[in-house]
Nanobody, 122 residues
Framework: QVHLVESGGGLVQAGGSLRLSCAAS????????MGWFRQAPGKEREFVAR????????SYSDSVKGRFGISRDNAKNTVYLQMNSLKPEDTSVYYCATTLALATDPRYYRDWGQGTQVTVSS
């Protein structure tokens, strides 16, 4: 339904920064929020952050709060995840997804990107 194109992943040293981008082909009627998730080997998919397209109702997981920032550019149908003070435990595949609900559970997210690898070395 919505094609999501992710970019910005890569390899960085601990303490460094990365900015992930997720460009959506379109926003379907009723879609109002975008989320970021991550999944490391052997672990379940984890909520990272969420934002409405209006810019309101921003939410972060406790593990990234104060270090990561989510934002959006409606003109570009793009959401961003600014990741600062990266730690080795942030190493994961990061996914963006769309939702019609203000949820943190991935089961409430409809369209998903392919994922982009973020690796943080110690």
């Amino acid at each position: 339904q919505v094609h999501l194109v992710e970019s910005g992943g890569g390899l960085v040293q601990a303490g460094g920064s990365l900015r992930l981008s997720c460009a959506a082909s379109a926003r379907t009627y009723g879609d109002y929020a975008m989320g970021w998730f991550r999944q490391a080997p052997g672990k379940e998919r984890e909520f990272v952050a969420r934002i409405r397209w209006s810019g309101r109702d921003v939410s972060y997981s406790d593990s990234v709060k104060g270090r990561f920032g989510i934002s959006r550019d409606n003109a570009k149908n793009t959401v961003y995840l600014q990741m600062n003070s990266l730690k080795p435990e942030d190493t994961s595949v990061y996914y963006c997804a769309t939702t019609l609900a203000l949820a943190t559970d991935p089961r409430y997210y409809r369209d998903w990107g392919q994922g982009t690898q973020v690796t943080v070395s110690s």
